[in-house]
Each structure stands twice: as structure tokens, then as C-alpha cells.
């Protein structure tokens, strides 16, 4: 059974930091093509950052410079380091994992940057 959990959100000022974690089971963060993607109330789900199988990764625009994708193959999860937190960032971020015709989401966790 393939699960994606993710943790770490929250309330946090503008300026600040926080970093998420997304914890698979049934499912090599390593093999796949593993993702953070974020919805903001009214808005379409856009793309935060990838990590491909060998590495490369890749980011929205709106995050480049503050945002930083990982993974720690031990365990089998994959983090986003988010610093310099806007009130834009407001969002749910979803762990996503995909490769080839396999695409799986998390439930997502609620990241809120507020005064």
C-alpha cells in the first residue's frame, strides 16, 4: 500500500522558516520522480519543487532562491526547506510521486505565513 504523509506546517511569520517532511511507504523516493505542489484557496495547484531519480531538481519560479528539495534515501523521505517565507506561500502543500503511468498524492499539510 503506497502512503504519503506529510508533516511539518504551520503558522509561521513572514521572513521565517519551516521544513516539511513527506514520509513514503510502498514507494522508493529514490525510483520515482518525487514532488511538492501547493493550493492556495481559489487557486490552481501549482508546482513548488522536484527531485528526480538521478537528482536534478527543479522549481517554480515564485520559490527559486528560498526554497530547497531533498531526499534522504535511508528513510525513505523527501523534505522542502522553506526559508523567507511570504504571506503568498499560504497554502496546503501535497507530497506528490510519479513515474511513468504511477501517480500518487498525499494528503497535504497546511502552511500559513502570517503576522
Known amino acids: 500500500q503506497v502512503q504519503l504523509v506529510e508533516s511539518g506546517g504551520g503558522l509561521v511569520q513572514p521572513g521565517g522558516s519551516l521544513r516539511l517532511s513527506c514520509a513514503a511507504s510502498g514507494v522508493s523516493v529514490s525510483f520515482n520522480t518525487m514532488g511538492w505542489y501547493r493550493q492556495a484557496p481559489g487557486k490552481q495547484r501549482e508546482l513548488v519543487a522536484t527531485i528526480g531519480s538521478l537528482g536534478t531538481t527543479n522549481y517554480g519560479d515564485s520559490v527559486k532562491g528560498r526554497f530547497t528539495i531533498s531526499r534522504d534515501n535511508a528513510k525513505n523521505t523527501v523534505y522542502l526547506q522553506m526559508n523567507s517565507l511570504k504571506p503568498e506561500d499560504t497554502a496546503v502543500y501535497s507530497c506528490?510521486?510519479?513515474?511513468?503511468?504511477?501517480?500518487?498524492w498525499g494528503q497535504g499539510t497546511q502552511v500559513t505565513v502570517s503576522s
Open positions: 506528490n510521486a510519479r513515474r511513468a503511468m504511477f501517480n500518487f
